[in-house]
């Protein structure tokens, strides 16, 4: 491939060229808007959301998909329901999730055995719940993370990001909640698990 | 790292115990015996049954086309192997070089004209003139439809699967079928997380059907333990009753398996595929010297697999030698010099060990076989060094000994007893001029038990010495080059931080005489250095002047041996970056 | 027209909510304004009488020691011609001897409204102390002066009108200390233009870019800087944020970089700072202030007298012939403060940044220098208090010079290096030459670069916005040029703060207050406009209230143009450098070349006295 360059001449007329009818126009569009939003009781134009004046709550003003301190989603049994398959720490831009995966020795087989998320490197991009395939991990709690007097206030453990989880019924393929567990348990006559 | 789960302070995740082999035969007494190994009689490399497609000269040729452009292969090869010739091979599962062919999974279709249905292309040899579609509608129809048969009663269960990330199902998806799944009815179950061996475990939902563990274990160890039972959606791969998957070659099957069917228990949820980094280096399990990857992530070492090289190991490697990464545990590593148990800058530990071994009046070197060449050639100069007269200094010859792990056990397909790495390169530089070793490894334990000399310097730190022997170090000047810390090392009295065989440039001679080359995984941190570097800054503080450096002693190997891929590492460092695995796609 | 219907509705509602303050204001406002009216009518205007049928102008002559011949003028004020007799220094005063009455004095007869124009000059020498105690005769006692010193000495200019001997002229000799006729003045004048007027004005402009920005954008901008006084919770629209930043600057760890070179690094605010307030003595921001006849009108020659220092002040810190040379000498030593930061930080983007600056302040200077230029021609003087008498007595430069002002415009907000010439800064890519700086220090290449602005706006009002001075000499040294032009100003200044008032009141909350003051005095001017009406008043004001307002209206003028830059800064995009530099060079240079050019050949076309064929 090689890289060419294409000239796209401009048509200026001397208008254009003069500048300075332009620039007047922008300056009456702003000095418009100035005045407007200025002298008009309510500032007219002005949509800002007037955040920490008194009577006014955040949280009503939060989007449906806002993204929060993150979550850990539990299982049927309490239990944690991220398999350590590490797509959130790749993921993550900010590379500020730490995960170690154990055997849970039963038939989810895989969990976290620590699973850290640093909330002062995170960049709330809300990859993370994108990537993860077990509904895991979430972003709705609807929770803006509040600074901390110390970063290792901030850097949230298992424990801490399950204890604002609840349990997640979301199945792997969407088909319905329990197609796994409907289909037939493995035949023991096919199988010989010393396990 | 502070930014830990508070319950857990360490970063890396430890790897899962896995079950190391029993412990080797004791070692066969060897005074008298030619050290040096040898590969059996009648020896070859357990190489591809299947022949490349790439003509070597005075091979027969055949001459076909394929997607409308001609290929000359060799006679006798199939159309996947000539089809890799052109660029990606025809997406395969089956069909492995070194085995023999099944043509089971179909996945291989492929159209050759005048020839009425589609034709497995693994199993069909190249004939004259023959004409091949590899992409046509109806063989992407096809592919396509293999894959949604394949996947039917597959769990999907990439998440935990230690496969993602470099699974061929995976890759195969994505590059050819990539559709929602149109099941509707349950999946069929099979047993999950099967323990079916030493290292294995299997997870019978996952399995392809692909036959190749199979034919790996009846082809190469000749063991056979894997069977298929059961039929239809039930055919599940299997143990033969009262048999498990024992054999010293079986995580083997883990690496041709091309989904995560079979898994290592020692790898099982270490880390994910994807993030590790691998590095071709040289095995140093034993004196065979396998090429392999060793696969690390942030200076930890993860995993070693093989890979091919049809002088030596062919695809194969053994599960003893998988385990030599465990040597590189960052826990027990050596980062500095110690001084009588003092921690010293390296300079004046160097100096130290300077002047204690131009006093010595009784002084013996240990050579090492699992040392690099370059690091036994250095203690040859060392020792010569020591031997020459100079103003204020009379010579003093050194007794000269190789040491290196006991011997263990071996076989007629890649394990060699000799468990060292380099036993031929380290017996070459110590016998130097004179032709022979002064004496060998089984007398050095007797005479430093019987304090026989008031110096001694050892290039490694693997060995096995007896108590009483270690206990004689003590006292005496006893210099130990170091990498990490062995009942050896620890008995020394100065202990030189050595950078261990993953952080080195270096070479060993293997068992048929061919250098083998090691590669650096990371660049070795804090005072480790190159043991031959070591040597050298040694060499120097004794007033030497243009000792060769590691680098330069590898350069002359290289050419000696005309070795054109190390000539190239040597001049060009960036070629011994280790690669992404998140970019290799696939294994197995 | 709903639109005016729905501002009306909501006007009455707005009143009938604030009914109470509006009566106490309506209460406030009749009180003042019959305060006025009543001094206005108990002084009915006298018609003249002889002798004072004649004025001297100026009322009083002061001479100091170096004083050249003053011209002093005669002026007939009263309706009928009248004959002026010999002028002479009067014998019976004790200093009589040393003043002369030049030969252009001549006794004759002069038409109503007509002046006669005559010099006095002093013999200085006269009044050099000769070593010996000299009684003078005076009531006040003895004065002792040195061999070196002057004395002060007092005469009376007298002459005869319509044969009757008219009260003349007082005249007056003295040699004031250096502290008293410059020091003093000079010190105190700064302290009011710094403090009084260029650090609020600064200040309020670090408030006011961001509340001015957020209002062009639709936002809402700083807001929640509160002043707790009492209980009050004064928000005033954010303006407290300013002293919340000054705090915070302060306290901020003053951070010098590991290999920054500390002296330089520390010294290069000061450098960028100081000129900045420094070039602010060339600036004029009023006429002259008399200090003996504060609540007198006075005539222009009154003012002209002291603006020269005799018997008053300049309101002008440092009156320098080659003023605006001064001017560019000390403004270009602003690049020594960027060019020094950025080299100072050792950091590549400061260094960037710096490179940028010097390149474009020299780049611009040659602009702004050639710009004025045209001015220079059209003028005739470099010094900026008589550039804006010029201005006054012709008309402003903006008229003379419109291309000049566009010019110097963009080539003073370039110098200023704010946007849309904000390179050197360049906040989205390499932040500048201050990247390093942090507290205090920052701060000052901040309020430094906002005195800029200032100073700029300053100077384009002074070169083309005729300094004090309101259009077609309205304004005059004595009042305003004739009664119609006071009504014009009155009902102009009065409607239109009015409006504003009722604008601001509107917006409710804080603004209520702000805006009903507002305008109350609008209202004030509407009622002394209709008071002017009946009256004719407004040609005679006292000198203070001249004063006052010409440096009300030229703070009014420079809060103006400072509200423009802040709205071009916030309206244009920022140039590429190429095109900074293509502009200034390709662009500025050529044209105030043409400028000059032009200028110059209808300077010598047009102008009297500049074409010696003529
Ligand atoms: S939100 Fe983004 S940055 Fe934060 S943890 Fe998730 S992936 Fe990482
Ligand atoms: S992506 Fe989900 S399941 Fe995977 S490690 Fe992250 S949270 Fe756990
Ligand atoms: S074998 Fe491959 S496709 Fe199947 S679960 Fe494992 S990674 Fe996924
Ligand atoms: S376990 Fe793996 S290698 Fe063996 S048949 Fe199944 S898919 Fe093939
Ligand atoms: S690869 Fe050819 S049939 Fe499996």
Known sequence: MTISVKKVSLQRTTRDQIFLPAILEGLLTTARHFFKNTFTPGHGDVETIRYGEPGVDVKDYYPERFRGVHRLMHREDGSVRCVACMCCSTVCPARCIYIEAEDRRDDAEKAPRSFVIDELKCVVCGFCVEACPCDAIRMDTREHWIPTETRAEAVLGKVELMSRGEQSVAVQGGLGASYREQAPKADPRFTHDPR | ?588 | MTQVTSILSSLAESLRRHAGVLRSASVLTLAVLLGVLSTACGEPPTATEDPVAVRTEPGELVFHPDTRPVAVSLVNISEKPVVIGRVRVDESTPDWVGFAVGDDAKPGRLAPGERMTFHVGVDSGYFLGSGDVRPVVEAEGEQLVADDEYREGKARLAFTVDGQDHGGMPIRFEDPSWVGQYLGPALVKILLLVMGFIMPLASLLTWMERKQSAMMQDRLGPNMAALKIGGANLRLWGIPHFIADGVKMLFKEDFIPRKAHRALYSAAPLFAFIPALVVFAIVPFGDALCYDRMLEPLSAADVAQCADGRGGTPLQIAQIDVGLLYYFAVASLATYGTALAGWSSYNKWAILGALRASAQMISYEVAIGLTIVGALLVYGTLEPHALVKAQESSYWGIALQPLAFVLFFTAAMAETKRAPFDLPEGESEIIGYFIEYSGMRFGLFFLGEFIEVIFMSAMLATLFLGGWGLPFGMLGPAGFSSPLMAQLFLFGAGAGLTVMGVAAWRTGKAGELFGATVALVGIIHLFIGVWSLFTGWGTEIPHILVVGLGMIIWGGKVFLLCGVQLLIRWTLPRFRYDQLMSLGWKGLLPLSIANIVLTAILVYLLMPGANPAS
């Open chain 2, 1 to 588: 790292m502070s930014n830990h789960d508070s319950r857990s302070t360490s970063s890396t995740i430890p790897p899962t115990p896995g079950t190391l082999p029993p412990p080797s035969v004791a070692p066969a007494p060897r005074v008298g015996m030619d050290p040096r190994p040898h590969a059996p009689e009648g020896w070859a490399p357990p190489v591809a049954p299947n022949r490349p497609a790439e003509p070597t000269e005075g091979q027969e040729t055949v001459t076909l086309t394929i997607d409308g452009k001609e290929v000359t292969v060799a006679k006798g090869t199939n159309v996947l192997e000539a089809s890799g010739l052109l660029g990606e091979e025809v997406c395969h599962f089956c069909y492995h070089q070194g085995l023999s062919i099944a043509a089971s999974c179909r996945q291989c279709l492929v159209e050759i004209e005048k020839m009425g249905k589609l034709q497995p292309s693994c199993q069909v040899p190249v004939a004259e003139g023959m004409v091949v579609h590899t992409s046509s509608p109806t063989v992407l129809k096809a592919r396509r439809e293999m894959l949604e048969f394949t996947l039917k009663n597959h769990p999907i269960d990439c998440p935990i699967c230690d496969k993602a990330g470099e699974c061929t199902l995976q890759r195969h998806y994505m590059a050819h079928d990539h559709q929602l799944t149109r099941v509707d009815v349950p999946k069929i179950r099979k047993p999950k997380h099967k323990d079916i061996g030493r290292e294995i475990v299997l997870d019978a939902e996952r399995c392809i059907l692909c036959s190749r563990c199979v034919r790996f274990c009846e082809e190469i160890p000749g063991t056979a333990e894997l069977t298929m039972s059961w039929r239809g959606d039930h055919e599940q791969i299997d143990i033969a009753d009262g048999h498990r998957l024992d054999n010293a070659y079986s995580i083997n099957t883990v690496d041709i398996c091309p989904v995560g069917a079979l898994t290592a228990k020692d790898f099982r949820f270490a880390i994910r595929a994807w993030e590790l980094h691998a590095t071709p280096t040289t095995c140093n399990g034993c004196a065979t010297g396998c090429a392999v990857e060793l696969h690390t992530k942030h200076e930890q070492a993860y995993r070693v697999v093989p890979r091919f090289d049809p002088a030596v190991n062919g695809h194969w490697m053994c599960d003893e030698g998988r385990y030599t990464y465990k040597e590189l545990d960052p826990q027990a590593r050596v980062h500095r010099a110690e001084v009588d148990g003092a921690t010293v800058p390296l300079a004046d530990a160097i100096a130290t060990v300077a002047t204690r071994l131009t006093k010595a009046r009784k002084l013996a070197v240990v050579f090492s076989s699992s040392a690099t060449n370059e690091a036994n050639d250095a203690l040859r100069e060392l020792a010569e060094v020591l031997a020459t007269s100079v103003k204020g200094r009379e010579g003093i010859t050194a007794t000269r000994y190789v040491l290196g792990h006991p011997r263990g056990e071996g076989d007629a397909i890649l394990r060699d007893a000799d468990k060292n790495p380099n036993t031929n390169g380290a017996h070459d530089a110590a016998a130097g001029s004179a032709g022979d070793v002064d004496k060998h490894e089984a007398e050095l334990a007797l005479e430093l038990a019987g304090r026989a000399y008031d110096a001694v310097l050892f290039l490694d730190d693997s060995g096995e010495l007896s108590e009483v022997a270690l206990a004689g170090l003590a006292n005496i000047t006893s210099v130990c080059l170091a990498s990490r810390r062995t009942p050896l090392s620890s008995a020394c009295s100065i202990v030189l931080p050595a950078a261990s065989w993953a952080e080195i440039l270096g070479t060993y001679t293997n068992r048929q005489g061919l250098l083998r080359v090691v590669q650096p995984a990371w660049r070795p941190e804090h005072d480790r250095k190159h043991r031959a570097d070591l040597l050298r800054d040694l060499m120097l503080a004794m007033g030497l002047r243009n000792v060769a450096t590691a680098k330069e002693r590898t350069r002359l190997l290289a050419d000696e041996h005309e070795h054109a891929e190390l000539q190239a590492l040597v001049t060009d460092p960036k070629a011994m970056r280790p690669t992404l695995l998140r970019w290799a796609n696939m294994r197995g």
